[in-house]
């Protein structure tokens, strides 16, 4: 559990009703906190933090806190999320893996998803780490998986952006032959945006050309958890 991290809700304190109440959401776990955004108008406050931080460029981070739902069928989400990050940790050790919202962010970190310079194909490593995921994203399918590409500074924007988008669906593609159904990925590319390291070094680059994943509730696993809530 010590690489999973629970991203700060810091913007609550702007709501007065919760200036009394600011330690007891700092120090919830993850169910409580979905109840709590629930009742200060979770939905609300996630769009707002969603698209405050994909302004921010963090398209990934942006995405996980672009939908809360909130309330009971918030903390029940986010528990069926808290198991599914465990286990992603538990296949890839070195795997970043930030639970956000009712979602999670993450990284692969050592155990990454990376490319060679202008290339969008798979290396044989890329492939033996997304085939640790498969069984993780097999045992709940009902998430929807959103995938982001990213280059490093090498070469023009537009050319980085295009080469962004065709790793992130050379990733889905690979999953989908897993098994894995393709209706549950969307890809988008990000070019040279959101740099992890940089870009002045042949590692820094390296590790600049990734992949990330959002990972969400589907609209089934959103109606469950509302009917399981209504209890």
């Known amino acids: ?16 009703s919760f200036f009394t109440g600011c330690e007891a959401v700092k120090n919830s776990n993850k169910t409580q906190r979905g109840a709590v955004i629930g009742a200060a108008g979770g939905a609300v406050i996630g769009g707002i933090l969603g698209n405050n931080i994909g302004k921010g460029g ?3 981070l942006g995405a996980v806190l672009g939908g809360v739902i909130g309330g009971v069928a ?20 070195g795997a970043q893996v930030e639970r956000v919202g009712e979602g999670i962010k993450l990284v692969l970190g050592e155990n990454a998803v990376r490319f060679d310079t202008n290339k969008s194909t798979l290396t044989t490593t890329a492939k033996a780490n997304l085939d640790k995921l498969v069984p993780v994203f097999n045992q709940y399918p009902d998430t929807n998986i959103q995938i982001y590409g990213y280059t490093d500074s090498t070469g023009t924007p537009e050319y980085n952006l295009t080469l962004s988008g065709q790793r992130a669906a050379s990733v889905k593609s690979y999953l989908a032959g897993k098994g894995i159904s393709s209706s549950r990925f969307t890809t988008t590319g990000l070019g040279i945006a959101d740099p992890i390291a940089t870009n002045d070094t042949a590692e820094g680059r390296s590790q600049n050309r990734r992949v990330e994943f959002a990972i969400t509730a589907n609209e089934k696993m959103v109606q469950d958890a509302q009917k399981e809530a209504g209890k």
């Open 1 to 16: 559990m010590k690489n999973i991290k629970i991203v700060a809700l810091a913007s609550l304190f702007l709501l007065g």
């Open 74 to 93: 918030g903390g029940v989400i986010g528990n069926k999320m808290d198991k599914q990050a465990r286990e992603i940790e538990t296949a890839l050790p």
């Open 58 to 60: 963090n398209g990934a």
